[in-house]
């Protein structure tokens, strides 16, 4: 099936599992018909008066046996059904999660945190249960269901399994009825509790600034609100799957009293024996089960295909930035950076975030990318790490098309120090190094020393194995940076990309960091994009963005000269810095 393309492999590989399961289950329910007909045989010979000590004994032990395979063979299908579906649930947890670092940016966009956990939390556990239980309730269902009315059929006259079976049409026709309402009430289940895992996650990560508010009320209504419609959701379905067994008990019900009567009657006549009503009430008890199940069937196996379906929505995705093929490794980077007439556009219906910007970096120079917020240097940035595909012909590393540059290659001669300084909720040293093993102490040490962040962290009790907050959230904005730039430093990369990485820190440490910088940017080609004209203007070439065009370019000196934007900017700031100084 289609819906399974992404599992196919999986099943490819643990098909045997399931062949072994299905076969136990088959085993366990022809023993459990055995059970009828015996009881029947039972009763037959007490009431005949021809059941001797002996032959009583033989049943017991016959039916004690049947029991323990029984026993036996549920256990050993649960251990090959249920395993496979744990196995399925690892299989596609580790997809989605390998597929999610696969996607770019842009997706991450337009798509909350919290629904995409919701996946992991809600839809993969539904999926493996309906590769567990509802394929065993499935397969189970079925077999019992025509193995029962086999067996009924051998055992009494037609007449009788007739009566007996009339409330059973009507109850597979309700049960395709409400498995339709079940259906579509599964994928809003699904939808609703993704709104609620994405309402608390964005909550939990965002409590700060909602007590600094005082939100906590209309944050708790809000939270309330939509914990309401979750559960209007999951009371619609539970009203839907509420009426199955209901009904279900209700057929079986009809049908004993059915049999009690019309067989009662075939008794005292003498059409059937006592041994054969009782056969006959034991196999409509076991129909009764597999009626029941297929509820419990259609309800599992629907929560799991809607589940399945938003999981295929993701995995169908194909990342805009991928490798292409041919794409190749740079064994050694040079640091050449070529921009060519760049225009690019995060959608083809919003204006260009940088529009027909032209710059050449030689390995070793250093380019500031200057100009107000919002201009395109953060997009310059991600561009140059390839977390957004420029147009092919525009962006050259070492002379080759970044296109055809492989993502590992380019990203692991790069050092970045992104805008946003993100840590993981770890310690400061596992950060600096950024889960590589190879990195010692000392090496750690010297990256936040120049980062200007190594006094700080060994203030700490506990040093550089001080496990930060999530986000860092235990440090300052100024120390996150700082470690984030010691992050990019460590790798000595032979690119170096500051992405307005001081903007938390004060302009004293700023010129302390840019000191220390100067000596370790010596043969490396760095990028450093700011708003602080003091922190690029010692640059060999820098650029000035407006609106995403390119409007100034030169050194430092010639831009002054100039007289234009750059220069209107080194006014204003000196003049905020001569005020901050007076306060």
């Not at 059929?153 to 009507?170: C, E, H, I, Y």
């Not at 201009?375 to 970044?402: A, E, H, W």
């Amino acid at each position: 099936m289609k819906r399974f393309k992404h599992l196919r492999g999986f099943l490819r590989k643990h098909l045997w599992r399931y062949a072994l399961g299905v076969l136990c289950l088959l085993a366990v329910d022809v023993l459990q018909l055995i059970i009828p007909r015996l009881l029947a045989n039972v009763t037959d010979s007490l009431a005949y008066g021809q059941l001797t000590p002996a032959g009583l004994k033989r049943h017991v032990f016959l039916l004690l046996g049947l029991a323990s395979a029984i026993a036996a063979g549920r256990f050993l299908w649960r251990i090959f059904i249920n395993g496979a579906a744990r196995k399925a649930d690892f299989c596609l947890r580790n997809k989605l999660f390998a597929h999610l670092e696969k996607l770019p940016a842009s997706y991450f966009n337009h798509h909350k945190t919290g629904d995409l956990m919701a996946h992991a939390t809600n839809d993969i556990p539904a999926v493996r249960q309906a590769m567990g239980q509802g394929l065993m309730l499935f397969v189970d269902a079925i077999f019992m269901t025509a193995a029962t009315l086999f067996a009924l059929l051998r055992t009494v006259p037609l007449k009788l399994a007739a009566v007996s079976l009339l409330p059973f049409p009507f109850l597979a026709a309700g049960t395709a009825l409400l498995s339709r309402l079940a259906g579509i009430r599964h994928r809003r289940v699904h939808e609703a509790f993704a709104r609620l895992t994405d309402r608390a996650q964005e909550n939990i990560s965002g409590i700060r600034v909602v007590k600094s508010f005082a939100q906590e009320r209309a944050e708790i209504t809000r939270f309330v609100a939509t914990a309401r419609e979750n559960v209007a959701e999951n009371m619609g379905l539970t009203r839907v799957w509420g009426l199955m067994e209901p009904m279900a008990t209700l057929a079986s019900l009809v049908g004993f009293a059915l049999v009690l009567g019309f067989g009662g009657a075939m008794i005292i006549r003498g059409e059937i024996s006592l041994g054969d009503f009782v056969a006959c009430t034991s196999y409509l008890a076991m129909l009764t089960w597999p009626m029941i199940a297929m509820g419990w069937v259609i309800n599992v196996v629907q929560r799991g295909f809607a589940g399945l379906d938003r999981l295929n929505a993701i995995l169908d995705e194909v990342p805009e930035v991928r490798d292409e093929p041919g794409a190749i490794d740079l064994p050694a980077a040079l640091g050449d950076i070529e921009v060519r007439n760049l225009t690019f556009r995060y959608a083809p219906d919003l204006p260009p975030a940088l529009d027909g910007v032209s710059f050449h970096l030689r390995p070793g120079e250093i380019l500031a990318v200057v100009g107000r917020t919002g201009c395109g240097k953060s997009t310059l940035m991600g561009i140059l790490t390839r977390q957004y595909n420029p147009p092919r012909g525009t962006v050259f590393i070492d002379g080759i098309d970044i296109l055809d540059i492989s993502l590992h290659s380019l990203r692991s001669h790069i050092g970045l120090a992104p805008q946003e300084a993100f840590l993981f909720s770890t310690s400061i040293a596992h950060n600096i190094s950024f889960g590589d093993g190879t990195y010692g102490r000392d090496q750690i040490a010297a990256a936040a020393e120049m980062a200007q962040v190594k006094d700080d962290i060994e203030a700490f009790p506990d040093g550089f194995d001080t496990v930060v907050g999530e986000r860092g959230v235990t440090l300052s904005g100024g120390q996150r940076q700082r470690v984030c730039i010691a992050r990019a430093l460590i790798r000595n990369p032979a690119i170096l990309l500051l992405d307005d990485c001081l903007s938390a820190v004060d302009t004293q440490t700023e010129a302390r960091i840019l000191a220390q910088l100067r000596e370790y940017m010596k043969g490396r080609t760095c990028v450093i994009s700011s708003h602080r004209i003091s922190a690029v203007k010692h640059a060999d070439h820098i650029i000035v963005l407006d609106d995403g065009k390119l409007v100034e370019q030169g050194t430092h000196e010639s831009l002054l000269a100039a007289g234009g934007l750059y220069a209107d900017m080194y006014e204003r700031q000196l003049l905020e810095e001569e005020l901050e100084s007076r306060a």
